[in-house]
């Protein structure tokens, strides 16, 4: 069996996580029982959400144990299988963690899932046709429920999940604005994702000044906000939503290493009748096959171009995530393993 380079948490992080926090070992990669298959990860996906389960902290899913390899969405390849329902060669995805290898119990609900590369390259479905994808899709379908001709924005508008949200938006007419860091990304936002207009907050010292900027880009007001970033973002839009709008609160990343997020005029929620909803994707399972058809064929019919920000080897891992947490990646990052 094969050397296993794997990434362990080694320490909570206090405020900003830190390359430290990680450490890298080797290990044997134990042999096959009954019912397993040996993955070989050809990509591992970083998210956001690492960062809220590096803490001790009281949250919807529980921490990542210290010194256990740490917990990620893969993409790889069956390389050896005792199980009748997976081949060797056969494109999987799964949650093998920060490392090369992983051993999967293949007989457990939803462990392993067989993905189709013919018209779909496999590292998109740890992205707009896997579970950054889907939770566009959640937002904007269940919690946003546009009607054709409304207004609707996010924030983190190239991300992961950002970058699915234009497509999504403009099959069911609506208006799609982005919220976005800097000239490259807006640029990308509106020429390649669809977006109508893109705002680079990275321009703006305040909520005011990038509250006036929205104006001047949904003068119809805006209908549904999908929040990734919290803060000063949020200040902006509030006041710029119509009444009985909704807000999709996806993620708050601006406060990821706890810093507070005071709102500055929250009876804007009362007086315009807003829906503010928080949710987590994996607690709607039943909508992942309905919301992965539609964003497998945006992909496979070109109408939507993900972009992805590739680290090389797992030794990469801990500085691409850290980058990913200050806006260093430009789309979906991912890690190259082989
Ligand atoms: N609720 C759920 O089930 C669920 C599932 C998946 C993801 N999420 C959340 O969705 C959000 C996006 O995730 P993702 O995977 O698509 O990540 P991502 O957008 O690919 O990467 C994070 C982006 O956040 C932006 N950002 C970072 N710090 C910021 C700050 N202080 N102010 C403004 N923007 C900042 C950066 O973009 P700019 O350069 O444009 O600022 C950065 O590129 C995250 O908040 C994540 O936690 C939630």
């Known amino acids: 069996m094969p050397l296993n380079q794997q990434i362990l948490l080694d320490s909570r992080p206090t405020g900003e996580a830190v390359v430290s926090n990680f450490k890298q070992v080797s290990s044997e990669t134990p042999a096959l029982q009954d019912g397993q298959v040996l993955v070989r990860h050809h990509f591992l996906s970083l998210d956001p959400y690492m960062r809220g389960r590096m803490n001790d902290a009281k949250s919807y899913a529980a921490p990542q144990p210290l010194g256990q390899v740490m917990l990620g969405g893969t993409a790889g390849e069956v390389v050896e299988s005792r199980s009748p329902k997976f081949q060797p060669g056969d494109k999987v995805v799964g949650m093998g963690g920060w490392q090369q290898y992983s051993v999967v119990d293949a007989e457990q609900p939803g462990a392993l899932r067989k993905v189709d590369t013919t018209h779909v390259p496999l590292s998109h479905y740890l992205g707009a046709v896997g579970m950054p994808g889907v939770t566009a899709w959640y937002g904007l379908v269940k919690i946003i429920e546009p009607k054709a001709g409304q207004t609707v924005v996010v924030s983190a508008a190239t991300g992961a999940v950002g970058s699915a949200f234009a497509a999504l938006a403009k099959a069911r007419g609506c208006r799609a604005v982005g919220i976005a860091g800097g000239p490259e990304k807006c640029r990308y936002a509106v020429e390649e994702l669809g977006f109508d207009a893109c705002i680079d907050y990275k321009l703006h010292q305040d909520a005011a000044s990038l509250s006036n900027a929205l104006k001047g880009v949904c003068p119809d007001g805006i209908d549904g906000y999908f929040e990734n970033v919290g803060g000063m973002v949020l200040d902006a839009v509030l006041p ?44 709607h399972m039943e909508v992942w096959p309905e919301a992965l058809k539609e964003l497998g064929t945006l992909v496979a019919t070109d109408k939507l171009r993900p972009r992805e920000s590739v680290a090389q080897g797992i030794e990469a891992a801990p500085e691409a995530f850290l980058g990913l947490l200050k806006g260093k990646n430009f789309g979906k990052q991912l890690v190259k393993l082989i």
Request: net charge positive; proline share 7%.
């Open 240 to 283: 710029r939503m119509n009444a009985f709008g909704r807000i999709a609160l996806c993620g708050m990343i601006a406060g990821y290493d706890g810093q507070p997020m005071p709102l500055t005029h929250p009876a804007l929620i009362l007086t315009n009748r807003l829906k503010v909803q928080g949710f987590i994707v994996s607690e």
